[in-house]
């Protein structure tokens, strides 16, 4: 039985609390987990929502303000000590995430709770028994073309939860679908939402909201064209459901894939583009709707 994931993960949250004041770097928190780079990113990011080097930057933050608070140490010296490379750069991240600068927190007299870390095993739910399955199927998809609309997001402090749903909605509103030129899927539009140039160290990447294309030719100048070449692909179909919980549905599968079927099934994340495929199931005439997700994968080494 391979080790639960989310004690893989933890692991890898208590390993960031005794080295906090080392240097981190995500290969090495991998290294922790016994995870690849590319899937450690992708489930740590799943189960803590934060990306590995955000939470490490959030925690040395958070020990900081402790030590402004309760100590008399120099500004400068809590700032090296946690792997800031000057007092500037400590007050700028200080204030991002306390709304005023250090001196400033400690110059009020602030006396902060013992911000904990965080505790992957008390957020655990619907954990796997052994005897639930997920249906999914494994699918080579040829390389592709896409043509359609990008924007650059990012998953720190859930940026991208809000900009991806308010990206589609200017979408579908706007009747953006239309402009798209020589599809694939001419009668019945298939849109596929698409996750691309992961960024692990910031947290950014690429979101793509576009149609599978015969060629890039005649292009409007304010549409992309992406290329992806041929990957593997475990497939997940999301339950039917009433229109009103098809996002909650979606979100919901997303974490049931990093949180139950990943840890056993002999697979990982393969680093490639990940997308959602919507189709005439997801139409609004449809009484209950479901859509496939896409996520890229290889065989797990041994």
Same mark, same amino acid.
């Given at each position: ?38 899937? =450690?990113? !992708?489930? &740590?990011?799943? $189960?803590?929502?934060? #990306?590995?080097?955000? +939470? ?33 750069? =400590?007050? !700028?991240? &200080?204030?991002? $995430?306390?709304?005023? #600068?250090?001196?400033? +927190? ?197």
């Amino acid at each position: 039985m391979r080790e639960d994931y989310l004690l893989q993960i933890q692991k890898t949250i208590d390993y960031v609390e005794a080295h906090v004041e080392e240097e981190l770097s995500l290969s090495r928190l991998a290294q922790v987990a016994r995870l690849s780079d590319f899937h =450690f990113h !992708r489930v &740590f990011l799943s $189960m803590a929502g934060d #990306t590995v080097m955000e +939470y490490v930057r959030k925690r040395r933050l958070a020990l900081s303000a402790w030590q402004v608070a309760y100590s008399d140490a120099r500004l400068l010296d809590i700032a090296l000590n946690f792997g800031f490379q000057n007092h500037e750069t =400590f007050t !700028r991240a &200080f204030k991002r $995430m306390f709304e005023m #600068t250090p001196a400033d +927190y400690r110059k009020q007299g602030i006396k902060p709770p013992a911000y904990s870390k965080l505790n992957v095993l008390q957020r655990k739910y619907n954990p796997y028994l052994g005897g639930i399955r997920m249906n999914y199927r494994i699918e080579t998809k040829p390389a592709y073309k896409v043509i359609g609309y990008e924007l650059t997001t990012s998953t720190n402090d859930g940026e991208n939860q809000r900009q991806i749903p308010a990206y589609w909605q200017e979408y579908l509103k706007n009747g953006w679908a239309g402009r798209i030129p020589n599809r694939v899927h001419k009668d019945n539009p298939v849109e596929l939402g698409i996750c691309h140039s992961f960024d692990m160290a910031t947290g950014s990447f690429k979101y793509l909201i576009g149609m599978e294309a015969e060629t890039f030719d005649n292009v409007p100048e304010d549409l992309v064209c992406r290329e992806f070449g041929a990957a593997e692909y475990a497939v997940f179909t999301t339950p039917k459901v009433p229109s009103e919980q098809f996002s909650n549905s979606i979100q919901s599968t997303w974490g049931a894939i990093f949180g139950e079927w990943f840890p056993h099934s002999g697979y990982e994340h393969s680093g490639a583009a990940e997308f959602e495929l919507y189709d005439y199931r997801c139409h609004p005439d449809q009484e209950l709707v479901e859509m496939d997700i896409y996520v890229p994968v290889k065989r797990k080494e041994a």
